[in-house]
C-alpha cells in the first residue's frame, strides 16, 4: 500500500514553545490529508482537513489559530502547535490517501508531543 | 456520515478466526464499509473494505449483510501480532477529496496463546 511518513516521531517542548509536525505522502501525490489526535486509551479525533493550495477545514472545537495547518505541496502538510502547553500533549496522526484512488486512505505513525 | 456499534472488547485463541462485528444500521446507499487497526502507539493500518458485496483480501475478509446494517470482519486464523483496537467506519467513497474517517471506540482485540 501506499507509504505516508511523519517527522518527528517524539517530541519534547518547553510550555509556550512552537511545534511543527510534518506528514509526507512518499510514494503518491495526496491533494487532501487529514490530521487527527489520539489521547492515551482514547479513539482517535478528527482535527482538520487539510486541502493543497488552500486553507485549512477545522473540526467544530478545534483552534485554527492555535493548530496552524499548511499543505504547500501535493506531498507535503505541516501541522504547527503553536504556544504549546501541556494540555496539548497528545498522539497526532495524520492520514492521506492517492488523488486517483478510489477510497482508500493510509495514516503516518504518529507523532507523540509532551510538552512540559 | 452513519455511525458504527462494536463491541468493546473480545478474545480470541491463537490460530483460531477472530469475528468481529459492526452494526451500522443508518448507513446510506452510497456509504463504504472500512476497517482499520491500531496496535499500541502506532498509526491506523488499513484492513480491508466494501459496499455491499463480500470482500476478501490477503488480510481479512468482510462480510456485508444484505440489508447492509451490520458486517463481520474475519481475520481468519489470528495471531498474536493480531492484538490491537479494530475500527469499523463508515464513509461516503468516491476518492479522498471529502470522504473523512470518523473514528468510533472501536473493538480491542487479545489474541491469546
Known amino acids: 500500500g501506499a507509504v505516508v511518513s511523519q517527522h518527528p516521531s517524539r517530541v519534547i517542548c518547553k510550555s509556550g514553545t512552537s511545534v511543527k509536525i510534518e506528514c509526507r505522502s512518499l510514494?503518491?501525490?495526496?491533494?487532501?490529508m487529514f490530521w487527527y489526535r489520539q489521547f492515551p486509551k482514547k479513539s482517535l479525533m478528527l482535527m482538520a482537513t487539510s486541502n493543497e493550495g488552500s486553507k485549512a477545514t477545522y473540526e467544530q472545537g478545534v483552534e485554527k489559530d492555535k493548530f496552524l495547518i499548511n499543505h504547500a505541496s501535493l506531498t507535503l502538510s505541516t501541522l504547527t502547535v503553536t504556544s504549546a502547553h501541556p494540555e496539548d500533549s497528545s498522539f497526532y496522526i495524520c492520514?492521506?490517501?492517492?488523488?486517483?484512488?478510489?477510497?482508500?486512505?493510509?495514516f503516518g505513525p504518529g507523532t507523540r508531543l509532551t510538552v512540559l | 456520515d452513519a455511525k458504527t456499534t462494536q463491541p468493546p472488547s473480545m478474545d480470541c485463541a491463537e490460530g483460531r478466526a477472530a469475528n468481529l462485528p459492526c452494526n451500522h444500521s443508518t448507513i446510506s446507499g452510497n456509504e463504504y464499509v472500512y476497517w482499520y487497526r491500531q496496535i499500541h502507539s502506532q498509526g491506523p493500518q488499513y484492513i480491508i473494505h466494501g459496499l455491499k458485496n463480500n470482500e476478501t483480501n490477503e488480510m481479512a475478509s468482510l462480510i456485508i449483510t444484505e440489508d447492509r446494517k451490520s458486517s463481520t470482519l474475519i481475520l481468519p486464523h489470528a495471531t498474536l501480532r493480531d492484538t490491537a483496537v479494530y475500527y469499523c467506519?463508515?464513509?461516503?467513497?468516491?476518492?479522498?477529496?471529502?470522504?473523512?474517517?470518523?473514528f468510533g471506540q472501536g473493538t480491542e482485540l487479545s489474541v491469546k496463546p
Open positions: 492520514s492521506a490517501g492517492p488523488a486517483q484512488s478510489t477510497d482508500t486512505q493510509y
Open positions: 467506519i463508515v464513509r461516503v467513497g468516491g476518492g479522498n477529496q471529502g470522504g473523512k474517517l470518523i
Open positions: 510514494d503518491f501525490q495526496a491533494t487532501t
